[in-house]
C-alpha cells in the first residue's frame, strides 16, 4: 500500500489549488496485494479504501484491470452530469447487464434517449398521482399475503417477501392483468437470481464472453424465464391498445422514421424498468427492516408515527403526506444501504477529475455506498442511522452528496414512484403487525451488483392485536 493513501491526503477540494495547476497522479491502491483481505471480506476493503482517499481519486490497481475510484461530489456531479457525455454506460458490469435488459433505457447514446424520451411522461408526477390510489390498493393486498405468517407465527425469508410485494406492485402498475401471479413470481425470482449470478463478471470484468465463469449458466435460464414471461405480453398487447399500462403505451410508440418500436425493443425497455424497480424497493426495504432492530428508538418513533397517521385503517394516497418520519427513514436507508452501491462508466476521451487528469479509454467507478458515508460531508457520525438527517429543517448537504437513484441525465425515472411504494408497505406493515428480525447475528452488506444482506434474514411476525 502506497504510503500516501495511509496518511489519509487531504481532498483536493478542500483546498483548491490555482486553476493553473498541473494535473497530478490518481492515488494508487495496489488491490492485488490485498487479494485474500477481499476474497474474505471485500466491503471493508472496499470501505477502507474510500475513507484512506478522503474524497481524493484514486486508482485500484487489480492487475490487468486498473479502475478510478471517484467519491467526492464535486467529481461525482463532473462525472455524471457536468461531462456526462463523455462517460458512458459501457464495459464494467453494463456489458453483462445489457444481456438482460438490453441498449435502450438501460443502454446510452441514441437509442436511451429515445427511450427515455418515450418513458418520460410515465413516470411524470401527475401520472405517479393517478397511479397512487392503485399503488395502495396493491400494496394492501400484497400486504394481506402475510396473514399465514402472522397465524403461524413461522419465520419467513425477508428478502423473499419484499420481492414478492414489489413483485405484485409493480407488475400491477407495469402491466396491469396482462401477467398471472404465478408468471409475476417467476419473473420476480428470474430476476432476483440473473442479478446474484453476475457478480463474477462484475468482478472479472476483463474475462472474455467465451470464458465460463461462476454464474453464467444460471444466468442464461434467468434471462430465458424473463423471456417467457414478458415477451408472450408485447405480443398480446400488441392487439390491445387500449389496455392502459406501460406495455400497451409503448406498442402505441413511433420512431422518427414513423414505424413502430419492435417488439425486442419494447421488451427490452419493459424489463429495464421492471429490474430496476423491483430490485431497488426489494432490496431497500430488506434493509429498512435490518435498521429497524439495530435502533429501537428509531423504531419506536416510526410506529408511533404510523399508529397516529394511518390508525386502523388500510394506508391510502390519502396518507402520505403525514408519513414524514417514515419517508425520513427510508431516505436514511437509502443513504446507508443503496441498491446501486457503484455506478461504472467507460471515457470516451480524456478528461481531469479532482485534479488527476484520467486517460480515454478508462473505467471510472462512481461510488454512492462512499459517497454516503463520507465524513467531510455527512459528519463523523456518517456512519450511524439517524432518519433526522433529512429533517426539513437541516440544512441539505450537495446535490451529488445524497444519490441512491443516481443523478444527471441518467437519473432514475421512478424515485418517486418508488418513495411512495415504500411508503405505502411500511405504514402497512406497522399498522396490522409486528415484525421481529430473529437474531442470528450481525449482517454485513454483501457486495455484488446491488447491495444484499450476506445472509438470509429471518423475520417474524405478529398481529398487532394480539
Known sequence: MSS????????????????????????????????????RDPLTEFETIGGQ??????????GLFRPYLVTHPDDVQHVLSDDAGRYMREGMLWKPVHRLTGNGISGDGPPWKASREV?????AARHVAALTDLLATTVNEAVDGLDDHATTGKPFD?????????????GRAFFGGGISAADGGRLGRAVAVAFTSLTA?????????????????????????????????????????????????????????????SDRRIR?????????????????LTWLWVALEANPAVAAKLRAEVEQVVGDARPSAAHLPQLRYTRMVIQEVLRLYPSAWFIPRTML??????????????????????????????????????????????????????????????????????MIEAQLVVAAMLSRYRPRLRDDGPVRPQLAVTLRPDRQLAMTIARENQ
Open 4 to 39: 500516501s493513501v495511509c496518511q489519509q491526503p487531504a481532498s483536493p477540494h478542500s483546498a483548491p489549488g490555482p486553476e493553473t495547476a498541473p494535473p497530478q497522479r490518481a492515488i494508487s491502491f495496489p488491490v492485488y496485494r490485498r487479494l485474500a483481505r477481499f476474497a
Open 53 to 62: 482517499a478522503n474524497g481524493a481519486v484514486v486508482r485500484l490497481n487489480l
Open 119 to 123: 418513458l418520460r411522461p410515465v413516470f
Open 158 to 170: 425477508v428478502a423473499d417477501e419484499m420481492t414478492r410485494i414489489a413483485d405484485l406492485v409493480l
Open 201 to 261: 463478471r462484475m468482478l472479472l470484468p476483463f474475462a472474455p464472453s467465451w470464458m465460463p465463469l461462476p454464474g453464467d449458466s444460471a444466468f442464461r435460464r434467468a434471462v430465458r424465464t424473463v423471456d417467457e414471461v414478458i415477451d408472450p405480453l408485447v405480443t398480446q398487447r400488441r392487439h390491445q391498445p387500449d389496455a392502459g399500462d406501460v406495455v400497451a403505451l409503448l406498442c402505441q410508440v413511433r420512431n422518427e422514421a414513423g414505424q413502430p418500436l
Open 268 to 284: 427490452d425497455d419493459v424489463v429495464a424498468m421492471y429490474v430496476a424497480g423491483t430490485e431497488t424497493t426489494a432490496m431497500a
Open 349 to 418: 476521451g480524456s478528461d481531469v477529475v479532482g485534479g488527476v487528469r484520467l486517460p480515454a479509454g478508462s473505467t471510472v467507478m462512481v461510488s454512492p455506498y462512499l459517497t454516503h458515508r463520507l465524513p467531510s460531508v455527512w459528519g463523523e457520525d456518517s456512519h450511524t442511522f439517524d432518519p433526522e438527517r433529512f429533517a426539513p429543517e437541516r440544512a441539505k448537504p450537495h446535490r451529488f452528496a445524497y444519490l441512491p437513484f443516481a443523478g444527471g441525465p441518467h437519473q432514475c425515472l421512478g424515485s418517486q414512484l418508488f
